[in-house]
């Protein structure tokens, strides 16, 4: 079986698959179209997020029989019609859930305790402590919407914390010792802090709104490791500067491309969009220019599930599951 890939990954991912006996191709740099030109050869690919594998890339893939994501969601595929036509989908999320359960926790003691704020006033001579005074994670209510993978890798952190821990899915009977499943209505009620663990479906989708926030009857701090565009900016924007949001924690944007790559819609290479970021950055939607100004608001690009452990894990995830299928 002849394997294309199509980003970069860790190089045990191709070399265990040579050994496994596939012939593995790379290309990195070739436009979409110049990948349908040649993708009728291959049996299958591997890829990041690099482009959406849409029905027309999937009606020239006359052979392909899997598609591995090295990562945890599958939202730049068309999976339903990838399955109509018998191709084997593959992911990893396994790989990288431990990174963003520690990212999330980082992310939430962070806020609790200044640290961004704190460390800017000392770089500059600053010595604020009354200020900087925090607030203790124990005897906080924590919610976490989603309770796949990542979700219960957070609930996992947490044991070592005096906290209730309460989850909502979609799908029953996904509670366990880490997390107590309760609905919505019971979730709205009591958390302190909410922290969203789902993938980037229909359903999701601008899913915390005006409404959804206001249905929650305390003020709460959130932190987003899942998908940006599960949340409406301006509507956070509002939440914060009215309190009923306490900070936010937001490794992750609705302005993202959907390569997860940059903010940015040029295709010019990473070292042109650094310098032309300082710039764009003032064209940007207001309520982004909220976010990068704000003391209670944290920030990474998409990082929290991209370690270097994670990225070992994530190939060999992919590697076990071609072998187990092929």
């Known amino acids: 079986m002849k394997i294309l890939h199509l980003d970069t990954n860790h190089d045990l991912l191709i070399n265990q698959l040579n050994n496994l006996g596939f012939t593995n191709h790379e290309d990195y740099s070739s436009s979409k179209e110049g990948i349908e030109a040649k993708i009728n050869e291959y049996d299958g690919i591997v890829l990041r997020s690099r482009f959406t594998i849409d029905k027309q890339f999937l009606d020239v893939a006359k052979n392909l029989k899997f598609i591995g994501r090295v990562g945890a969601g599958l939202e730049n595929i068309d999976c339903d019609y990838a399955q109509q036509k018998g191709v084997y989908l593959i992911s990893a999320p396994e790989g990288n859930r431990n990174a963003v359960g520690e990212h999330t926790l980082g992310m939430l003691l962070s806020l609790f305790n200044k640290f961004k704020k704190a460390d800017a006033e000392v770089r500059q001579g600053k010595w604020l402590r009354e200020d900087n005074r925090g607030i203790e994670l124990d005897g906080k209510t924590v919610g976490l919407i989603g309770y796949g993978n990542m979700g219960k890798a957070f609930a996992k952190k947490l044991r070592g914390f005096d906290v209730e821990v309460l989850c909502y899915d979609i799908k029953d009977n996904v509670g366990n010792a880490d997390a107590k499943q309760v609905t919505l209505a019971e979730f709205q009620e009591k958390v302190d802090v909410l922290s969203l663990h789902t993938p980037q479906t229909p359903l999701t989708l601008n899913m915390i709104n005006t409404g959804f926030i206001n249905k929650f009857k305390k003020s709460f701090w959130f932190f987003n490791t899942a998908r940006g565009k599960s949340v409406v900016t301006k509507d956070l924007v509002s939440a914060l500067k009215s309190g009923k949001i306490l900070g936010a924690g937001l490794d992750v944007l609705e302005y993202e491309k ?44 998409h990082v929290a599930g991209w370690t270097i452990e994670s990225k070992e894990k994530l190939a060999q995830t992919i590697v076990d599951k071609i072998k187990a299928k092929f």
């Open 258 to 301: 959907a390569s997860f790559e940059n903010l940015f819609k040029s295709s010019e290479n990473n070292e042109c969009q650094t310098e032309r970021s300082r710039s764009s950055i003032e064209n940007l939607p207001e309520a982004f220019q909220y976010l990068i100004n704000s003391e209670n608001v944290l920030l990474s690009p």
